[in-house]
């Protein structure tokens, strides 16, 4: 019994906790895959006529693919973002119930512990951002196992620092009705400036861009690391990049070692 | 209490299967209207330029590999088959400026390249037909520096800028042709080493048997284009509609027929940079 | 893993292990002086005692008195704001790690992840002591069976009564084998016959597995069956000892007496004026030693209908220390069953 094992199996452990208690719920999992089902068939149905593009003399879209596909990758993210950083009520779920100290006075380091949780947490949010995939067919999107795999993996990494990023939330609120609140106004303003829903195009239309958006938006939209997530994603599930394409998996890459380090401040002190 | 030991991941694969079939089903919903308006109307418009050889050519005797195409397509569809010829199609590379409407057409065939500025415009359906920027010569190569090379553009939308400035950077001088036949009689005469043209308007060119070697230019600067049929944006159920008229065309193997007829499944000599 | 004696001196009671065990095996638990603040509130002011290896200790205090900021320290959830505290040969600050592989905690409040069945919280805390399969499975099956939980060991543990819950809290902490079991409250919110249940077990277990018991509790007829007492008040040890000579020396014996008629009761109040009315007619009066019973025995044997010996309880212990009973006894048990509703309600 070599001592690697023996902390793996405790990583293992609160993972598979995690798990269990996710797809355990029926109700929980059905809420997870409503907002995509709102998002693609609701959102991008409804206006995928107004944006067809053949109204000519003006460019209505110039983003080659259709609103649906467009959409696709970002309602990913959004499903992500969302398992992700309601994730945190878990933590706060532990704490205010005491499991948390079950685990606490075990010899397990507490790094270990996080690190199961938030990989727990992040393979769950993967798996409500990867059911989205079933919609491929009617959104027109073709993926290959390649694309699928590669989308998993970036769907993992942004899970994980959106996991991490819950966690360091949770660790300044306190009740369970206020972390509702408080993660909605968090989710929707970053998901509505990350260019999910309108293509911000720099590279092809940086006039149109000026002359359709107001200064405040584009930046706002260029500062939101969520816009290089959907980006990354974006590049992979339908080869479209509005930026260039190391960005997004760098920003991901970031974004999870950035949160998963002040995840690890906050967990140390609770 | 029970005597029964569920498997532990039971409970959580029911859930994910539920919630995977509710999906898939979902995923079988029709987006738009766009097939069902077509089988209701019982016609299939589809768009074309008077002459894009060999996609179109206007002889009725052999229309064209597009010309067909769509015909097979519009007869495993069900639908009456319904051509509307427009002269703007293919006379520049931007299909915006094509003025088509969406009255007019349902699908947009002979000379619809799958570029990225396409599919701003029209979503595409890859035909086998490519093309791309070739070159003629006696050699089958480009001629050494300082020789003299003619262009016939053409109007399929290939990119000149490019072209241009990479004959200045090979140090070819450029000479604008105006014709087919003018390329041919320049070629023949040899006062130019070598023509530059895009694919198909070479491949109508008559030139003397063997004496002279078609060849792509470079890949890496010049991509190759497939053309394509062109569908309006959002008209998902009709794109699936015709992508798998396609898929059955194939496993028929009037695909195959077809691109030999058009000479369309012949190979060109690659140049190395 | 718990350290077993030799078979020759296996069978030796675990009762005053002073009195028995050498002085060379160390303490399970040492405390030397440990202070805990809340702020400007100590929560402990200078708290020491040793915990002999196989033991059974209790801490016995009311609510707020301390005890489980003690629990939390030993269990290294909390660091003490000062002294030292030594757990299995391990110092809390230094080596908490070690500390925690040799201890069991049942907390005050629930800890079981109501999600899971019973038999995946065994699971999931093997997996988190990094214990081997087949050692996870043989393990989880014998302390399920110790507390009587196997027919339920597939049931999820929301379904689970508040006593089946502590049950498996106890099976579950013994998974991994401690060599000192904390119980903080370990009857809380639980009905009579429950509390006795969870003390048979515990009893059992001490006598079976050489296991060093620490419980908190404010439930006073509790630590009766410890071998040690410590009643804390305030943050401070205020008497520490086996519950014999803590009766002994602060509790008195009572004779309860029924007499025949009102007469016998006035002749009997008029020679006892120490004696105290134990409802309409019965007498209880103080009886320190034999001859105070002989004496009141040749006088009124004839005038009455009952007699029997009311030995000194930990009550009154507890009230010769203090000067009053067991504060809030009542208000704390309310507490914790509203906060158990509460926990209920909400789950």
Same mark, same amino acid.
């Given at each position: ?15 598979l ?6 797809t ?7 809420g ?8 693609l ?11 067809r ?39 706060i ?15 397990m380091?507490?790094?270990?512990? /996080?690190? @199961?949780? #938030?990989l =727990?947490?992040s393979t769950?949010a993967m798996?409500? *951002?990867?059911l %989205?995939?079933?919609?491929?067919r009617?959104a027109?999107?073709?993926l ?8 998993l993996g ?17 660790a ?5 009705e ?27 239309t ?6 359709a ?19 990354? /994603?974006? @590049?992979? #599930?339908? =080869?479209?990049?509005q930026?260039?394409?190391?960005? *997004?998996p760098? %920003? ?18 609770s | ?45 589809v768009c074309v330029?008077?002459?894009?050889p ?10 064209g ?25 293919g006379?520049d590379?931007?299909?915006?400026n094509?003025?088509?409407t ?43 520096t ?58 109508t ?7 002279f070697?078609?060849?792509w ?5 010049f ?51 | 893993m718990?350290?077993?004696?030799g ?13 028995k ?6 303490a ?10 809340y ?5 402990l ?13 209790a ?18 959830l ?24 040799s ?43 110790l ?7 597939d ?18 902490a ?17 009905d ?100 105070v ?20 309880t ?34």
């Amino acid at each position: 019994m070599s001592s690697p094992i023996i902390l793996m199996r405790g990583v293992y452990g609160v993972w598979l906790r995690e798990i269990m208690r996710a797809t355990r719920d029926r109700g929980q999992m059905i809420g997870g895959v409503s907002r995509p089902l709102i998002w693609l068939l609701i959102l991008g149905v409804g206006l995928n006529p107004y944006f067809r593009g053949e109204v000519y003399g003006e460019v209505r879209y110039v983003i080659p693919y259709t609103y649906l596909q467009f959409l696709f990758p970002a309602v990913i993210v959004l499903n992500i973002m969302y398992t992700s950083i309601q994730f945190a009520v878990s933590v706060i779920w532990d704490r205010e119930f005491g499991f948390l100290r079950e685990v606490l006075v075990s010899p397990m380091p507490r790094a270990l512990i /996080l690190l @199961g949780k #938030v990989l =727990g947490g992040s393979t769950v949010a993967m798996i409500h *951002g990867g059911l %989205v995939l079933i919609l491929a067919r009617f959104a027109d999107v073709t993926l290959s196992l390649e694309q699928m795999a590669m989308a998993l993996g970036l769907m993992f990494v942004l899970a994980f620092g959106l996991t991490c990023f819950g966690v360091v939330l949770a660790a300044r609120v306190r009740s369970f009705e206020g972390f509702g609140v408080f993660s909605n106004t968090i989710i929707l303003p970053l998901y509505f400036t990350s260019s999910s829903v309108f293509p911000l195009d720099p590279a092809l239309t940086r006039t149109q861009t000026a002359t359709a958006y107001p200064e405040w938006l584009v930046f706002l939209v260029q500062i939101n690391p969520i816009t290089y997530a959907v980006d990354a /994603l974006r @590049g992979v #599930v339908i =080869g479209f990049n509005q930026f260039p394409p190391s960005y *997004g998996p760098a %920003v991901i890459c970031t974004m999870a070692l950035v949160f998963f380090i002040m995840a690890l401040i906050d967990f140390g002190r609770s | 209490m029970s005597a029964k030991r569920p498997h532990r991941w039971l409970q959580a694969g029911v859930n994910i299967a539920f919630i995977a079939a509710l999906l898939t089903a979902i995923s079988f919903l029709p987006p738009d209207t766009s097939l069902s308006d077509r089988q209701e109307a019982g016609v299939l418009k589809v768009c074309v330029p008077p002459s894009y050889p060999p996609l179109i050519t206007g002889n009725p005797a052999e229309p064209g590999y597009d010309a067909e195409l769509v015909a097979a397509i519009a007869g495993d569809l069900g639908l009456r088959l319904t051509v509307n010829t427009l002269p703007a199609i293919g006379q520049d590379f931007n299909p915006r400026n094509w003025f088509l409407t969406r009255a007019q057409c349902d699908l947009v065939a002979g000379g619809v390249a799958d570029t990225v500025q396409t599919r701003g415009f029209l979503q595409t359906i890859p035909t086998a037909a490519e093309t791309g920027w070739v070159g003629i010569s006696a050699t089958g190569t480009m001629p050494p520096t300082g020789s003299i090379v003619g262009v016939l553009p053409g109007t399929s939308g290939l990119d000149r800028l490019a072209l241009s400035g990479w004959l200045r950077q090979q140090g070819l001088r450029a000479q604008l042709l105006r014709s087919p036949a003018q390329l041919q009689s320049s070629l023949e005469s040899g006062a130019i080493a070598a023509a530059i043209t895009e694919r198909f308007v070479a491949g109508t060119i008559d030139l003397k048997e063997n004496a002279f070697g078609l060849f792509w230019l470079p890949e890496s600067i010049f991509p190759h284009y497939r053309m394509a049929l062109g569908l309006w944006k959002g008209d998902q159920t009709l794109k699936r509609a015709v992508a798998n008229a396609l898929d059955n065309l194939a496993k028929t193997n009037v695909l195959n027929a077809l691109e030999a007829r058009y000479g369309l499944d012949g190979a060109i000599a690659s140049t190395a940079e | 893993m718990t350290p077993r004696r030799g078979s020759d001196n296996g069978t030796s009671s675990a009762k005053h292990p002073n009195a028995k065990v050498p002085a060379m095996i160390p303490a399970a638990v040492t405390v030397e002086d440990v202070r805990a603040t809340y702020g400007t509130k100590a929560a402990l002011d200078g708290v020491s005692l040793t915990i002999p290896r196989g033991s059974s200790f209790a801490l016995l205090g009311p609510n707020g008195a301390g005890k489980t900021t003690l629990v939390n320290i030993l269990c290294t959830l909390r660091r003490p704001d000062g002294g030292r505290a030594v757990v299995a040969g391990a110092d809390v600050l230094r080596q908490p790690t070690k500390a925690r592989r040799s201890i069991g905690v049942v907390f005050q409040d629930s800890s079981l992840d109501d999600r899971l069945s019973a038999w995946e919280n065994l699971e999931f805390h093997g997996l988190v002591y990094g214990l081997a399969p087949k050692i996870r499975r043989e393990r989880s099956a014998t302390v399920l069976a110790l507390v009587e939980l196997e027919d339920w060991r597939d049931e999820i543990v929301r379904s689970f009564s508040g006593g089946m819950r502590r049950r498996l809290e106890i099976a579950r902490a013994l998974l991994h084998e401690p060599e000192i079991l904390f119980l903080d409250e370990p009857t809380v919110g639980l009905d009579a016959q429950t509390r006795q249940r969870i003390w048979q077990y515990l009893d059992q277990l001490r006598r079976e597995r050489e296991l060093t018991v620490l419980t908190t509790t404010h439930y006073i007829e509790e630590v009766e069956s410890a071998d040690m007492v410590c009643i804390i008040d305030h943050g401070k040890i205020i008497a520490q000892a086996p519950p014999e000579d803590l009766k002994a020396r602060y509790g008195t014996r009572w004779l309860h007496i029924l007499p025949r008629d009102a007469a016998a009761t006035k002749a009997i109040l008029a020679r006892y004026p120490a004696a105290q009315k134990l409802g309409s007619h019965s007498l209880a009066l103080p009886a320190g030693d034999d001859a105070v019973t002989d004496a009141f025995l040749a006088e009124f044997r004839d005038s009455l209908s009952e007699i029997r010996f009311q030995e000194p309880t930990l009550e009154s212990v507890f009230l010769s220390l203090t000067g009053r009973e067991l504060r809030d006894r009542a208000d704390g048990q309310r507490d914790a069953e509203k906060a158990a509703g509460k926990r209920g309600g909400r789950r």
